[in-house]
């Protein structure tokens, strides 16, 4: 589930949260990013009055694979493709840019990891 608006102003201390509703007009919108295993969404609020102003979410179905009975494994450049899809998407809609995005709430799966070998 992707972050409540009201859950953003827990999230950041009370300077914090004033500085960023302070701060210039183009810089408008709190971002949460929700990745899970079958999707990633990405909802824009006003950071202003935390209104719901645009979102987008994209489908992972394919990005999840079975290789050994009780093995599920996903395809992490799947998952950041579908992010990067949803942020498009969700600021198209909002017909803005990521420059006007002042902050950013995440969610994801629980116990994911990604091990790769630097050679």
Known sequence: MALAAHSLSRLLRPRQLSRLLCRPRELT???SIDQGTSSSRVVL???ATLAPVASHQV???SATTNPRPGWSQMDAKAIVKSVD???A???QKAGATAAD???VGITNQRESTVVWDAR
Request: hydrophobic share 55%; no cysteine.
């Open 101 to 103: 995005v002042a902050g």
């Open 89 to 91: 998407g969700a600021l």
């Open 45 to 47: 609020y006003d950071a």
């Open 29 to 31: 919108y709190l971002a």
């Open 59 to 61: 489908e992972l179905q």
């Open 85 to 87: 899809d949803a942020a």
